[in-house]
């Protein structure tokens, strides 16, 4: 799988770049700020990018900026944003724009290497990643305003943020310890709970969760 | 509302003494048209003489009084009587002949006199000096063979010899005299043109012209419009009697250019400060009254900075723009404030030093409010940067932990993962590698949480809009959010004011409040960002638990806002804060 790196600390790029290769990904080019990315992703099309959010030279949103033009312009072209601190706002902003293969991960994440590569991999192939921090956040905002996601069991909640975050039933099963039914009765107890339309595909039910904690 | 205007017993007597010159003046019109033949053959042009002397003696006296410091007006009434004098020669009574024959040509010299004094009726420099004495010894002196020495002339009662070579000798003389008189106060005039600046140029140019012109129009224009056009002599004299009696206009004109206020005499400065309150902003407008010249600044002097302020402590430059003067001023000895002032329209440094004397008094009290006001600024300047100081070393702080730091756990958490996930790693050790990525990740979280007190993420990274999201959306109870502060603002200091303020009254109201629910607005109106954080708590907030927020009074002190707390008790609270914004 064809990756780009853009990420202006040399020493996390070499770690990310040494983590991607041993992953299987091939890294086809690395850069440090948020011009060359898009040249980059003109030039190599690769199937993914990852890149930090603040980067030079205004050291501000300038790889989300990146990231946003580059999934308007190259739909096949999935797109991972890092940070070292998360918030609802660009995680709007990614999921609006786009349908599916975006994800918006804190970089501690990279660490607990098996569940990063996956998110990647879910990411590539149409899905979404969302960091378990800022869904956090949403569900607990949910939870102070809105009585249907209070009404929701601990458990059920628990499966909320899992869907938020992106995963399919089964992976949920296996990170909740539950057999795939038994995910499967609860989302189906969620989505009755919370009116959410039925949908087939990870992303639409991503944004559909999403949609809900927001507006709630 | 226009200030009383006292007049002082001096200056009532200066108004008296020019009427009596005014009466006196009609008396000597009245003669003039009396004893002049008006009824002869050159009547209707002989009758121009007493208009052209009216309309001396009308512009001289306007001139004088409404400036009275000036000398232009006085000068203009000398050149009445220069008027006079030469229209006296077409008398038939032979005294006044002869009078009017040894005064024919002093208007000339009075003319070159206007044109060297003006503006301020002083002569300014020793060329000037010399060069107006020259036309006075050319109008008099010089003229003297042409009487004296012509039984012919026109006053044969003056005749002491029949001389007719020192007659043509001295018309030469005085003909290459007059020239050279001339040629200098041309280049005299050109100089100051060159030298003046637009405005007041506009006004010198076609004054310096006209009066150049007259002068050489009223002794050459027989000898042009005669020969050359073929006027006659009598259209010619009239003609030369109009150029005549427009220069005291153009000159009073231009003295009193711009509609001056009357200048006032000292005396009446004198009185005017006793009469007025102890708080006197308008000292320097009074000052500019009296002296004459709206241009005029008063500042006063820091000894603590040696500089000059003005009256809002702001420190004035030290070099002078041109015709720029400066008097200072001192009391007891020691210096208090200074007058700048323009040098031409005030040509004695005299007057400006004893007006600076009658109110050095009040310069030392206002020198004491500048000074006041002078420090003040300071200290707020000090206390900006403090701030400002502050807030960099945050966003450094931030930076460094961004950059160094946190990457350096992210690659601790990734080593020990890794160590775990090595096939020759014992299942106990990956066990024991994977709980220590677990804790690195932990530390991690700890340190986004200390990175975002110190300056969030979301802040540099999305502005005040973004980062006060962030803020509400990890409130612990139930917060709304009303935002409407445009696109990002420029002012870093001012983001992170609003921000910490936002913070710390969130803060306040989930420690203190027992709130149950919390709503926050931010809107930007009327070039002020305005925060507004209310809760329905206990209410009865104090600055006993609002240190946080008494520390955030300062911040918004310097940055010129205010902060209001509106805390009854069982009634909520209600942090209001304002930051003026550009």
Redesign the interface.
């Known amino acids: 799988m064809r990756v780009i790196l853009a990420e202006d600390e040399v020493l996390l790029r070499r770690g990310l770049q040494l983590v991607l290769e041993d992953g299987g990904f091939e890294v086809v080019a690395v850069t440090s700020d948020a011009t060359g990315l898009e040249e980059a992703v003109d030039r190599h099309r690769p199937e993914l990018v990852i890149t930090d959010i603040r980067m030079p030279p205004t050291h501000t949103d300038e790889g989300l900026r990146a990231a946003l033009r580059i999934r308007e312009k190259h739909t096949d072209v999935a797109v991972v944003v890092l940070s070292q601190h998360v918030q609802r706002r660009y995680a709007h902003e990614l999921l609006a724009s786009s349908h599916g293969k975006v994800g918006y991960l804190l970089k501690q994440r990279i660490a607990d290497v098996d569940t990063f590569l996956a998110g990647l991999r879910q990411v590539v192939a149409g899905g979404t990643a969302l960091d378990p921090d800022v869904v956090a956040v949403m569900v607990a905002r949910a939870k102070l305003s809105d009585s249907a996601v209070r009404a929701l069991t601990p458990r059920q909640q628990q499966v909320l943020a899992l869907m938020a975050q992106g995963h399919s039933n089964s992976r949920i099963a296996t990170e909740l310890f539950l057999s795939e039914k038994a995910v499967v009765q609860h989302t189906s107890r969620i989505y009755d709970a919370l009116g959410l339309p039925l949908g087939s595909d990870s992303h639409r039910r991503v944004l559909a969760v999403m949609r809900y904690l927001s507006e709630s | 509302m226009r200030p009383a205007v006292v007049r002082s017993t001096l200056a009532r007597s200066f108004d008296r003494s020019l009427g009596t010159i005014l009466g006196a003046g009609l008396v000597l019109a009245g003669l003039n048209a009396a004893l002049l033949p008006l009824d002869g053959p050159v009547g209707h042009i002989l009758a121009l003489f007493p208009l052209v002397f009216l309309a001396f003696l009308g512009a001289g006296l306007r001139a004088w009084y409404r400036r009275p410091s000036n000398r232009i007006g006085a000068l203009i009434l000398f050149g009445g009587f220069a008027v006079w004098l030469g229209s006296m020669q077409n008398t038939d009574v032979p005294v006044l002949t002869a009078v009017g024959t040894i005064g024919a040509t002093l208007i000339l010299a009075v003319m070159v006199h206007l044109l060297h004094a003006f503006p301020s009726g002083r002569l300014q420099g020793p060329v000037s000096v010399a060069t107006v004495t020259a036309g006075y010894v050319t109008s008099l002196v010089l003229q003297a063979p042409r009487y004296l020495f012509d039984p012919n002339g026109p006053a044969p009662s003056l005749v002491i010899a029949d001389l007719p070579g020192a007659v043509a000798l001295g018309g030469r003389t005085q003909q290459f005299v007059g020239a050279a008189v001339m040629l200098a106060t041309a280049v005299v005039l050109l100089r100051r043109l060159v030298r003046a600046d637009h405005p007041r140029r506009k006004v010198l140019a076609p004054l310096f012209a006209y009066g150049v012109l007259a002068v050489l129009f009223i002794p050459l224009g027989s000898l042009v419009l005669g020969p050359v056009f073929g006027i006659p002599p009598a259209i010619r004299a009239g003609l030369q009697l109009l150029v005549l009696g427009g220069i005291p206009v153009a000159f009073a004109y231009g003295t009193l250019r711009g509609g001056f206020a009357r200048t006032g005499e000292l005396e009446e400065l004198g009185t005017w400060l006793g009469a007025s309150d102890g708080t006197r902003p308008a000292l320097a407008q009074a000052l500019a009254r009296t002296l004459g010249d709206p241009s005029l600044t008063l500042s006063f002097w820091v000894p603590r900075r040696h500089v000059f302020v003005d009256e809002r402590g702001v420190p004035i430059p030290t070099e002078l723009g041109p015709d720029r003067a400066v008097v200072v001023i001192e009391l007891e000895g020691r210096t208090v404030g200074a007058i700048h002032y323009d040098s031409l329209l005030i040509g004695d440094p005299e007057l400006v030093r004893t007006a600076g004397q009658v109110i050095a008094i009040a310069v030392d009290r206002e020198r004491l409010t500048a000074e006041l006001r002078e420090s003040h600024r300071a200290l707020r300047r000090s206390r900006e940067r403090l701030v400002d100081a502050a807030d960099r070393e945050r966003r450094r702080i931030a930076?460094n932990l961004?950059?160094g730091l946190?990457?350096?756990?992210?690659?601790l958490?990734?080593e020990?993962?890794?160590l775990a996930?090595a096939p020759a790693t014992a299942s106990a050790a990956a066990d024991r590698a994977t709980r220590l990525?677990q804790g690195?990740?932990a530390a991690?979280?700890d340190l986004?949480q200390l990175?975002?007190a110190v300056m969030?993420?979301?802040l540099?990274?999305?502005?005040l809009g973004?980062a006060v999201?962030?803020l509400v959306?990890?409130?612990?109870?139930?917060?709304t959010l009303a935002l409407d502060i445009g696109e990002r603002m420029q002012a870093p200091a001012l983001e992170s004011t609003a921000y910490f303020v936002t913070a710390e009254a969130l803060t306040n109201a989930v420690k203190h409040s027992g709130a149950s629910s919390v709503s926050v607005r931010l809107v930007s109106e009327d070039g002020w960002l305005r925060i507004e954080v209310c809760d329905d708590g206990v209410g009865g907030a104090n600055a006993g638990h609002g240190i946080g927020l008494r520390g955030m009074t300062d911040r918004i002190d310097v940055l010129g806002g205010y902060l209001r707390i509106v805390s009854e008790p069982g009634d909520g609270t209600r942090i209001e804060a304002g930051l003026p914004c550009a």
């Open positions: 930076q961004h950059d946190q990457v350096q756990l992210v690659l958490a990734l020990a993962q890794q996930n990525r690195i990740d991690a979280a986004r990175v975002s969030p993420a979301s540099i990274e999305g502005g973004a999201e962030d959306d990890r409130m612990p109870v139930p917060t």
